[in-house]
């Protein structure tokens, strides 16, 4: 009988148990990921942009990226805080070693 009760309580405990571990797993494969990632690029550009969330007109989110051209031709966009986007210039050499997940300037 206690069986019959319990038995809906835990499918619902395992399930979401393993939606929540599948989830951290994918988190910790981004991570990895980046860290496993290095190169050495220039600046080719810098973007910001802005989104007023629905509903919210003073709510303003801001997005900071650049444009970075690596030495091996490679092209992509990579996102930096206000700070990093105010310090950085086209023309600015990143490095990104390898185990860091962050590009600094050289």
């Known amino acids: 009988m206690k069986l019959i009760v319990f038995l ?3 499918i619902f405990f395992a399930f979401f148990g393993i939606l929540i ?3 951290l797993g994918f988190i910790a494969k981004i991570i990895f ?3 496993a ?4 690029g220039t600046i080719i550009s810098k973007a910001y942009n802005t989104k007023r969330e ?4 003073k709510h303003i989110e801001q997005f900071y ?3 970075i051209k690596t030495d091996d031709g490679r092209e992509f966009n990579w996102a930096v ?3 990093e986007y105010n310090s950085f210039t086209e ?3 990143l490095q990104k070693l390898k185990g860091e997940l962050k590009a600094k300037k050289i």
Do not use: E, Q
Request: cysteine-free; proline content about 4%; overall charge positive.
């Open 37 to 40: 990632d290095f190169w050495t």
């Open 81 to 83: 805080t206000s700070d």
């Open 65 to 67: 990226s650049v444009r």
């Open 33 to 35: 990921k980046s860290k």
């Open 8 to 10: 809906p309580i835990i």
């Open 91 to 93: 023309g600015d050499r």
């Open 54 to 57: 629905m509903g919210h007109s």
């Open 21 to 23: 571990l599948a989830f």
